[in-house]
């Protein structure tokens, strides 16, 4: 077996996507949307997967976090508040010639990329989605679609606080939508306009912030790592002092190594007070914590990992995809780690026209499929049917054959290795999901 060590095409992980049925071109049969992308079934078992082990690790297996789901659609004046309205902006420069509309900081050498022509000055572009409550639809009745989860969590804050009498540090975590009018959506999912996020805000006193900001960006860059992701693919890279958010003092990006380039997949900031004392301030609510100790009212300070579920999606695409040549042919295979892979396990009859081996291979399926994510197929050669399954990244396949009537016994193939190894049926379970544990 050897690996091919050519560097991947964006367009080579699209079309398998497509093909595969990860991901769909939104409202395809109209010519698609710009910005917005549908899972397939498979897409949709890896982004539940990705959400299910984030929330595992930082919410369910620590004592500091606790959850919430707040709404998308949320006072306007949340968005005045944290600075959105004023501060969230794009830059951006039409063509005269052809009225096409650029990011100012994506043009270079002042003429339009497209045609040429000549660009006017740049002007400021609000990214957040608006829309109107109600209805009647004026200024009055104008709010947005969040863009970004952040904003629930510190408006909260009093809420989570009072119920979960937490002490510092602690941390609320949420996972959803978040919407953006970007100008130039690009990279298949990487930059979309309606994406999800995954985000903590994690409370801490002021003075401890630095360490606990070292302390979240070391974590999160283990979490990528811990979920098979290449060290060698990944970097973290600190913003200048120009490229700053308004709230941040510090942030820190981890960064993956795309077919298109060093992109960012999570930014871990340190958003000091700004975010509570603004929202004290505009709303009237005191938003502070009683500190037993010093008998004084502090603002914690805010350390924020912000992730996307559909950067980091795409990055585990990417990162686990790889052609290597196994007796003479090409051979695609996802290496996911088996946490993230949509199917766990593929249960195969050898031959298809044999009622008996249908049969049994169907009853392994429907016992599996009780513990973990589980297809059957018959609709190939055996061949083909481990393609397939390679191609999805399905860390385990279980053929019954002819023997298997006999002797009670299946094969399975573990995916990376392709080694097949003889199992009595009633062991099957749980040397799959002991092998599933183990990685
Ligand atoms: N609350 C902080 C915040 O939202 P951000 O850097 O703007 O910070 C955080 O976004 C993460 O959300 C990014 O690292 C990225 O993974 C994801 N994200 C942001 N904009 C996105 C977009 N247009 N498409 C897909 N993911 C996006």
Same mark, same amino acid.
């Given at each position: ?278 929202? &004290?301030? =505009?709303? @009237? !609510?005191?938003?502070?914590?009683? #500190? +037993? ?5 502090? $603002? ?78 018959? &609709?190939? =050669?055996? @061949? !083909?049917?481990?393609?397939?399954? #390679? +191609? ?5 396949? $279980? ?41």
């Amino acid at each position: 077996m050897v690996e091919d060590e050519k560097t991947i095409e964006m367009d080579t992980i699209v079309s398998l996507c497509k093909r595969r049925g990860f991901i769909f071109q939104s409202s395809e049969i109209y010519g698609g949307v710009g910005g917005s992308w549908d899972y397939g079934p498979f897409g949709v078992e890896l982004k539940r997967n990705i959400k299910n082990v984030w929330w595992r690790d930082m919410v369910q297996r620590r004592d500091d976090m606790v959850g919430l789901d707040a709404g998308i659609i949320m006072n306007p004046r949340v968005w005045e508040a944290s600075g959105h309205v004023e501060s969230f902006t794009d830059p951006l420069v039409d063509c005269v010639n052809c009225k096409k509309r650029f990011r100012a900081d994506h043009v270079e050498d002042g003429e339009c990329p497209e045609c040429g022509g000549q660009l006017t000055e740049p002007r400021l572009f609000n990214l957040m989605l608006k829309t109107f409550l109600g209805p009647v639809e004026d200024d009055a009745a104008r709010t947005y679609l969040r863009p970004e989860t952040a904003q629930g969590m510190f408006v909260n804050f009093a809420n989570v606080l009072d119920v979960s009498r937490r002490k510092l540090p602690f941390g609320i975590a949420q996972i959803g939508k978040a919407f953006r009018n970007e100008i130039t959506p690009r990279n298949f999912t990487f930059r979309t306009r309606e994406f999800e996020q995954m985000e903590v805000e994690y409370f801490v006193k002021p003075g401890t912030d630095e360490e606990w900001h070292q302390r979240w960006v070391d974590e999160r860059y283990g979490w990528y790592v811990k979920y098979g992701m290449r060290p060698e693919y990944l970097r973290l890279r600190q913003h200048e002092g120009d490229e700053l958010a308004h709230y941040s003092k510090a942030t820190h990006d981890i960064e993956y190594l795309f077919p298109f380039g060093w992109a960012e997949l999570e930014g871990i900031s340190n958003r000091t007070d700004f975010d509570l004392r603004q929202h &004290t301030r =505009s709303s @009237g !609510r005191e938003l502070s914590y009683f #500190d +037993e100790e010093s008998e004084t009212h502090i $603002v914690p300070y805010i350390i924020e990992p912000s992730g996307g579920v559909d950067r980091a999606a795409l990055a585990f695409l990417v990162d686990a995809y790889r052609e290597e040549k196994v007796r003479k042919r090409k051979r695609v295979v996802l290496r996911f780690h088996p946490e993230l892979a949509p199917i766990k396990v593929a249960v195969f009859p050898l031959l298809r026209n044999r009622p008996e081996l249908v049969a049994l291979a169907k009853q392994i399926a429907s016992e599996l499929r009780m513990y973990v994510m589980t297809a059957y197929d018959d &609709t190939a =050669s055996i @061949g !083909r049917l481990y393609r397939r399954q #390679d +191609e999805i990244g399905t860390p385990f396949c $279980v053929t019954v054959d002819v023997e298997s009537l006999e002797d009670n016994a299946v094969t399975i193939r573990d995916r990376d290795s392709m080694e097949q190894t003889r199992v009595p049926i009633p062991e099957v379970k749980d040397t799959l999901l002991d092998r599933l544990g183990e990685a």
